[in-house]
């Protein structure tokens, strides 16, 4: 078996979404020795959205196009990056932190977590089954399959209406289905999809299973009213139901709510010495990626000031 080699840094990142990214641009610039490491290829959630209109300053940019925008930021300070990483150990604890992935061994002075989340499964019948084969967390990857097809959205917030007004591109009819009557997404997204003719709105409603042969062909929602089941024939489900914290290798070993997100103060410093948090795995009230550019900066700064107070006690 070859050995792993073992890297030293002042701060290893974990997660390479605008959160990390932006983090690492403050502690590149701060002169920490800075490692960014993700278990994908860099860029995180956004990188798979088609567009962004309200990250301040671009108006309407390719969430790719911005991901690739913050990494060459990031580069300009000498970040080491390591993606295709799989953590399989972290110890959070004493001075020295240490990261175990599949080719290294990272020893750190701090970490900065920036995990981000991944897309809430429905937890109903079918729908591990037909992974792929209909069911999709990403209408901008699979929506293309979809071409005069008829889809299932499931959510009520701006992922749900926004990736479902996305889908009309391609299906020729969208359904929407919320378990309430009202949408949690932004007015001007639900005007958007109001006015859009092949949206289908189906109120008060829960899917209870997704049923098919090869492929998915039926979806059975429930009316949480009336309690009345309905079939509708679907070629697609995309559930848009928010998100949970990529926490593996951290739960339990940090302070987290009753969801699992991190929890943090407003520095963004966790209930562990040297470990910080940012972005859409701590307990927040807004996941956008403002905001997780936003975090990477104060987790960042938070950091740094942190080594520079550590010099001062030695
Ligand atoms: P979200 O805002 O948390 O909305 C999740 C939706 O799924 C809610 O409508 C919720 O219903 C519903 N839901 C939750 N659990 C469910 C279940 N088990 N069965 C059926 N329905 C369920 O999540 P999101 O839309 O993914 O957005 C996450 C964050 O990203 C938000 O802060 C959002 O504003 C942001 N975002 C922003 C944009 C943008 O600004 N362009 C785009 C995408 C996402 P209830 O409403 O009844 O709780």
Redesign the pocket.
């Known amino acids: 078996m070859t050995e792993k080699e073992v890297l030293d840094f002042d701060t290893v990142i974990l997660g390479g979404g605008p959160a990390g990214m932006s983090a690492a641009i403050y502690t590149g610039r701060g002169e920490l020795k800075t490692a960014i490491i993700d278990i994908s290829m860099f860029g995180g959630q956004p990188s798979n ?1 088609l567009e ?3 990250y301040p300053g671009f108006g309407l940019i390719g969430g790719f196009e911005l991901m690739e925008k913050f990494e060459a930021h990031a580069d300009k300070f000498g970040v080491e990056k390591f993606s295709l990483q799989e953590i399989l150990d972290i110890n959070l604890n004493g001075e020295i932190k240490t990261i175990e992935t599949g080719d290294y061994i990272f020893k750190s002075k701090t970490i900065i977590i920036a995990t981000g989340a991944k ?2 499964k ?2 109903i019948k079918g729908e591990q089954e037909f992974l792929s084969r209909g069911v999709s967390y990403c209408a901008v990857c699979d929506g293309a399959f979809y071409k005069d097809k008829v889809v299932a959205v ?10 479902g007004a996305y889908l009309t591109k391609f299906a020729k009819k969208v359904y929407i ?4 009557d ?5 007015k001007i ?1 639900q005007q958007r999809a109001f006015q859009n003719e092949k949206v289908e709105f189906i109120w008060d409603s ?2 209870v299973e997704i049923q098919g042969d090869k492929l998915v062909e039926k979806l059975i929602i429930k009316n949480v009213k009336t309690d009345k089941f309905t079939e509708l024939e679907v070629n697609g489900v995309f ?5 949970s914290p990529n926490v593996e290798q951290l739960d339990g070993k940090i302070e987290q709510d009753e969801q699992g997100f991190i929890c943090c103060n407003a520095n963004l410093e966790t209930n562990i010495d040297g470990v910080f948090v940012a972005g ?1 795995v701590r307990v927040t009230p ?3 990626v403002v905001t997780a550019a936003a975090d990477g900066a104060v987790a960042g700064c938070a950091a740094v000031k942190y080594l520079e107070n550590q010099k001062v006690r030695v």
Do not use: K, S
Not at 155 to 162: F, S, T, W
Not at 177 to 180: G, P, V
């Open positions: 959205y962004l209109e309200n897309p809430r429905l937890g499931i959510g009520g917030g701006n992922a749900a209406v926004e990736e289905i919320h378990r309430r009202t949408l949690r997404a932004d997204a829960v899917p559930p848009y139901i928010g998100f859409d807004l996941r956008q």
